[in-house]
């Protein structure tokens, strides 16, 4: 319908706090002038931390969820999805399974398949005074967020955030991330349904430059 939304982190900060929500924001002039739209989470209360979100619609007509819209996001490193059938006006929350490693969860990405599958993928690294062992989690919805598989493992990195290793020389203060991107073919041609993640890592542990790099799956995320 020629609508734009914006979904970001909308901040209640002192000198001594920082509260965090979820929000929504909507424009129907091509993004001269916005709406508030909807509110996803507001933790203001709690001052739980709600971080690095990501939002996705399903824009396809013949999907069963067309219209449907998605955002992922993680409170306090536990990975979070929530899904609205209202234009993003209201919104149910679930939380994603947990996976078979890791104690923190961050940096969810969405794809949505032209059927309505929801793909989404997610980084786990275990943390206490230094962060060690990331690994980036695939899991899939067909339900329309509802309910989500078994998270399976898209790669085990040599790189590490958030740790006090494999800094690379332009990056040297917190480190970097290797955060990763999903998207889904939807063409319609050979390779309809396949699925594609990049990432960044290491070549090999220890190294001094980081590559990118492509995983695909041709067995829906299995």
Same mark, same amino acid.
């Given at each position: 319908?020629?609508?734009?939304?914006?979904?970001?982190?909308?901040?209640?900060?002192? %000198?001594?706090?920082?509260?965090?929500?979820? /929000? @929504?924001?909507?424009?129907? +002039?091509? !993004? &001269?002038?916005? =709406? #508030?739209?909807?509110?996803?989470?507001?933790?203001?209360?709690?001052?739980?931390?709600?971080?690095?979100?990501?939002?996705?619609?399903?824009?396809?007509?013949?999907?069963?969820?067309?219209?449907?819209?998605?955002?992922?996001?993680?409170?306090?490193?536990?990975?979070?999805?929530?899904?609205?059938?209202?234009?993003?006006?209201?919104?149910?929350?679930?939380?994603?399974?947990?996976?078979?490693?890791?104690?923190?969860?961050?940096?969810?990405?969405?794809? %949505?398949?032209?059927?309505?599958?929801?793909? /989404? @993928?997610?980084?786990?690294? +275990?943390? !206490? &005074?230094?962060? =060690? #062992?990331?690994?980036?989690?695939?899991?899939?919805?067909?339900?329309?967020?509802?309910?989500?598989?078994?998270?399976?493992?898209?790669?085990?990195?040599?790189?590490?955030?958030?740790?006090?290793?494999?800094?690379?020389?332009?990056?040297?203060?917190?480190?970097?991330?290797?955060?990763?991107?999903?998207?889904?073919?939807?063409?319609?041609?050979?390779?309809?349904?396949?699925?594609?993640?990049?990432?960044?890592?290491?070549?090999?542990?220890?190294?001094?430059?980081?590559?990118?790099?492509?995983?695909?799956?041709?067995?829906?995320?299995?």
């Amino acid at each position: 319908n020629n609508e734009v939304f914006l979904n970001y982190m909308l901040l209640c900060s002192t %000198v001594t706090t920082t509260k965090y929500s979820m /929000v @929504v924001a909507r424009s129907a +002039d091509g !993004g &001269a002038t916005w =709406t #508030n739209q909807g509110v996803i989470k507001n933790s203001w209360a709690t001052t739980a931390l709600e971080d690095k979100n990501f939002y996705a619609i399903d824009t396809t007509p013949a999907s069963p969820y067309y219209g449907r819209h998605y955002t992922c996001w993680d409170r306090n490193n536990n990975e979070k999805l929530a899904y609205s059938t209202s234009n993003g006006a209201s919104w149910t929350e679930v939380d994603l399974p947990t996976a078979a490693s890791g104690t923190y969860d961050l940096a969810c990405e969405i794809a %949505v398949q032209k059927n309505g599958t929801v793909h /989404v @993928v997610f980084d786990t690294l +275990d943390c !206490g &005074a230094n962060c =060690t #062992n990331e690994r980036m989690f695939y899991t899939r919805s067909t339900n329309g967020g509802a309910s989500w598989s078994t998270p399976v493992v898209v790669r085990d990195f040599n790189l590490v955030g958030f740790s006090n290793a494999n800094y690379p020389p332009v990056a040297d203060n917190r480190g970097i991330n290797p955060f990763g991107a999903i998207d889904v073919d939807n063409s319609g041609g050979a390779c309809d349904g396949t699925l594609y993640v990049t990432f960044s890592d290491w070549t090999s542990g220890g190294a001094t430059e980081n590559d990118v790099w492509v995983s695909r799956s041709t067995s829906n995320g299995a």
